[in-house]
């Protein structure tokens, strides 16, 4: 049978008779890889949380978040096609949405996942072509990345993602992984996202803490907060979107990289 079949990333067999006409993303930095695919036109839904590109906010019918969802305003839409992601999205919406419609669920945790993803979609919507272009930009610009001259010792960092819980990024996590990339030393050694204290986190020692800019909205308020506890550690905010957003906005995420790297190593930040 002729048609498009690929395998998702949690292991779902999806197949499609012709390229996705009518696509329902409820991943952000999924969604401005579709707008980058030049699907404008079949994108027909989003989260209030994809916020790139800002004008489909307008153009498209907002679901729900990433969490909960409006069902009865994705039924409406009738997609042939909803792009979900592990992390992102409940296991339980995920299963209700795949009992009527084609879900294809990302699952990232390192360039070669996000490839694979890009691959897939550009499969899946007929835009195969302009997927192989993004991809081949990306890997160009972590070449890139891969020249900047890591300190020696490495620099230790702790990446704060949410505050009242703190909460930081740990191991296997695409967070952490990017760190890596990086060549910075992620002080959190736990897995996922764990809740950890002033006091351990003092006993870590890190050189700076990266504040991000998302999901929680930090600001210099906290850097001054923060100062109070730990005064011989730097504290920047960074831009959550070029160290969590796995679409194609790693194109843009190694220069940002760089020279966040070369304003640390030069202590002019």
């Given at each position: 049978?002729?048609?498009?079949?690929?395998?998702?990333?949690?292991?779902?067999?999806?197949?499609?008779?012709?390229?996705?006409?009518?696509?329902?993303?409820?991943?952000?930095?999924?969604?401005?890889?579709?707008?980058?695919?030049?699907?404008?036109?079949?994108?027909?839904?989003?989260?209030?949380?994809?916020?790139?590109?800002?004008?489909?906010?307008?153009?498209?019918?907002?679901?729900?978040?990433?969490?909960?969802?409006?069902?009865?305003?994705?039924?409406?839409?009738?997609?042939?096609?909803?792009?979900?992601?592990?992390?992102?999205?409940?296991?339980?919406?995920?299963?209700?949405?795949?009992?009527?419609?084609?879900?294809?669920?990302?699952?990232?945790?390192?360039?070669?996942?996000?490839?694979?993803?890009?691959?897939?979609?550009?499969?899946?919507?007929?835009?195969?072509?302009?997927?192989?272009?993004?991809?081949?930009?990306?890997?160009?610009?972590?070449?890139?990345?891969?020249?900047?001259?890591?300190?020696?010792?490495?620099?230790?960092?702790?990446?704060?993602?949410?505050?009242?819980?703190?909460?930081?990024?740990?191991?296997?996590?695409?967070?952490?992984?990017?760190?890596?990339?990086?060549?910075?030393?992620?002080?959190?050694?736990?897995?996922?996202?764990?809740?950890?204290?002033?006091?351990?986190?003092?006993r870590f020692s890190p050189d700076y803490i990266f504040l991000s800019s998302e999901p929680y909205p930090f600001k210099q308020k906290h850097i001054e907060?923060?100062?109070?506890?730990?005064?011989?550690?730097?504290?920047?905010?960074?831009?959550?979107?070029?160290?969590?957003?796995?679409?194609?906005?790693?194109?843009?995420?190694?220069?940002?990289?760089?020279?966040?790297?070369?304003?640390?190593?030069?202590?002019?930040?």
């Amino acid at each position: 049978m002729e048609g498009i079949r690929v395998k998702d990333q949690i292991g779902n067999d999806i197949f499609l008779d012709k390229p996705a006409e009518r696509i329902v993303s409820l991943v952000p930095s999924q969604t401005e890889l579709l707008y980058d695919l030049g699907l404008g036109n079949e994108v027909v839904g989003i989260t209030k949380f994809c916020v790139h590109p800002a004008d489909w906010r307008k153009e498209k019918v907002i679901v729900g978040g990433t969490k909960n969802h409006h069902l009865d305003k994705i039924h409406r839409l009738q997609p042939d096609l909803i792009i979900a992601n592990k992390e992102e999205n409940t296991k339980q919406l995920i299963e209700k949405l795949q009992a009527q419609y084609s879900v294809y669920v990302s699952d990232i945790s390192y360039l070669d996942d996000t490839f694979r993803m890009m691959s897939d979609i550009g499969a899946l919507t007929g835009a195969y072509e302009k997927s192989k272009s993004i991809i081949e930009s990306i890997q160009l610009g972590f070449d890139g990345l891969k020249k900047v001259k890591p300190s020696e010792p490495p620099i230790k960092v702790a990446y704060c993602i949410w505050r009242d819980p703190w909460m930081w990024a740990g191991k296997d996590t695409f967070i952490n992984y990017l760190l890596d990339l990086c060549q910075v030393k992620n002080v959190v050694k736990k897995d996922r996202y764990p809740e950890i204290d002033w006091a351990e986190m003092k006993r870590f020692s890190p050189d700076y803490i990266f504040l991000s800019s998302e999901p929680y909205p930090f600001k210099q308020k906290h850097i001054e907060e923060i100062k109070t506890i730990l005064p011989n550690t730097r504290i920047i905010l960074v831009d959550g979107e070029y160290f969590s957003w796995y679409g194609s906005r790693l194109i843009k995420a190694p220069l940002y990289f760089i020279s966040l790297l070369n304003q640390i190593h030069s202590n002019t930040l």
